[in-house]
């Protein structure tokens, strides 16, 4: 629990501040919902919420600091101590652990000299788990200060995690460009985020959840997302692209895993003709 009352801004910082949190308050009928914006904002400023920056959020908003530790302490994406430049999350719920996401997980600690929420010597990269990402069609999927990163291996995310350090261009799979922590924070306190580009990037939603709409709308699906057994997999729609760091896809074959097995649903098909794997019939019926 942070010590309060905390030490001010010093007086240029907390002009500035100030400025960007009246116009953040004046988003809200309510002063009070510009709370957790506010929060990103002290982020912003050196990288994690530290107490000034929750002394700051509770004057602005005529809040306790006792509220603002609640709010502040309860979120995950508030860091409460100094760290890293990039935030590398691994997912480690259920269909990224089983696709290796647990593995991708233990190799980078291992490979970086860390521990869960801990942060490499050279400020880079913090590491940590995350639970689910919301792309699960991507698995295992990696973020690095909330981009996506798909179709991870321990060697593709070990590269991830070299160039950050290194300084080299790094391209997430899907979404806007990468930036800093510090950068990310203040993007998601509501301020527009000028790069070029960056705000006309996008990404869509994987192959099967596409399928799954169509099916819920009636429509039939334009490809199959697991094909017939024995039969070779039709090509990636077009538009679709992996990142530099992504898995590398020639060889992947989707009814293997990541190890090189086959998935339980072929073995089950296998040992049980009358329910095989997949979809057997024609697409939309």
Same mark, same amino acid.
């Given at each position: 629990m942070p010590q309060l009352p905390a030490p001010d801004y010093p007086s240029e910082v907390r002009a500035r501040l100030e400025a960007d949190a009246r116009q953040i308050i004046g988003r809200y009928p309510e002063s009070r919902s510009a709370l957790l914006p506010l929060l990103h904002l002290v982020q912003s400023e050196e990288g994690h919420v530290t107490r000034t #920056?929750?002394?700051f959020c509770a004057e602005m908003l005529d809040l306790t600091t006792a509220e603002v530790t609640a709010v502040a302490t309860f979120y995950t994406m508030y860091r409460r101590k100094p760290s890293g430049d990039y935030q590398v999350g691994v997912c480690t719920n259920t269909l990224c652990a089983v696709m290796g996401g647990d593995a991708?997980? !233990? !190799?980078?600690?291992e490979h970086l000299g860390v521990g869960n #929420? *801990? $942060? $490499?010597?050279? #400020? @880079? /990269? $913090?590491? *940590?788990?995350i639970e689910c990402n919301a792309?699960?069609?991507f698995a295992p999927v990696v973020m690095v200060n909330w981009e996506f990163f798909d179709n991870q291996t321990p060697e593709s995310a070990r590269r991830l995690v070299d160039d950050l350090r290194a300084g080299r261009p790094v391209e997430p799979t899907r979404g806007a460009p990468l930036c800093t922590f @510090? *950068? $990310?924070a203040r993007i998601l306190a509501g301020f527009p985020d000028e790069r070029p580009g960056a705000v006309a990037a996008t990404g869509g939603a994987g192959p099967a959840t596409l399928v799954g709409l169509q099916l819920a709308k009636g429509e039939a699906p334009q490809r199959r997302v697991v094909h017939p057994r024995g039969a070779a997999p039709q090509d990636e729609p077009p538009g679709e692209h992996l990142s530099s760091h992504?898995?590398?896809s020639p060889d992947h074959h989707p009814s293997t895993s990541p190890a090189g097995t086959q998935n339980d649903s072929q073995d089950t098909s296998a040992s049980d003709?009358?329910?095989?794997? #997949?979809? /057997?019939? *024609?697409e939309g019926e």
């Amino acid at each position: 629990m942070p010590q309060l009352p905390a030490p001010d801004y010093p007086s240029e910082v907390r002009a500035r501040l100030e400025a960007d949190a009246r116009q953040i308050i004046g988003r809200y009928p309510e002063s009070r919902s510009a709370l957790l914006p506010l929060l990103h904002l002290v982020q912003s400023e050196e990288g994690h919420v530290t107490r000034t #920056g929750m002394r700051f959020c509770a004057e602005m908003l005529d809040l306790t600091t006792a509220e603002v530790t609640a709010v502040a302490t309860f979120y995950t994406m508030y860091r409460r101590k100094p760290s890293g430049d990039y935030q590398v999350g691994v997912c480690t719920n259920t269909l990224c652990a089983v696709m290796g996401g647990d593995a991708i997980f !233990d !190799d980078l600690k291992e490979h970086l000299g860390v521990g869960n #929420g *801990e $942060t $490499t010597g050279d #400020g @880079k /990269v $913090t590491l *940590e788990h995350i639970e689910c990402n919301a792309a699960c069609d991507f698995a295992p999927v990696v973020m690095v200060n909330w981009e996506f990163f798909d179709n991870q291996t321990p060697e593709s995310a070990r590269r991830l995690v070299d160039d950050l350090r290194a300084g080299r261009p790094v391209e997430p799979t899907r979404g806007a460009p990468l930036c800093t922590f @510090k *950068e $990310t924070a203040r993007i998601l306190a509501g301020f527009p985020d000028e790069r070029p580009g960056a705000v006309a990037a996008t990404g869509g939603a994987g192959p099967a959840t596409l399928v799954g709409l169509q099916l819920a709308k009636g429509e039939a699906p334009q490809r199959r997302v697991v094909h017939p057994r024995g039969a070779a997999p039709q090509d990636e729609p077009p538009g679709e692209h992996l990142s530099s760091h992504a898995r590398p896809s020639p060889d992947h074959h989707p009814s293997t895993s990541p190890a090189g097995t086959q998935n339980d649903s072929q073995d089950t098909s296998a040992s049980d003709p009358a329910h095989p794997a #997949g979809p /057997v019939s *024609e697409e939309g019926e």
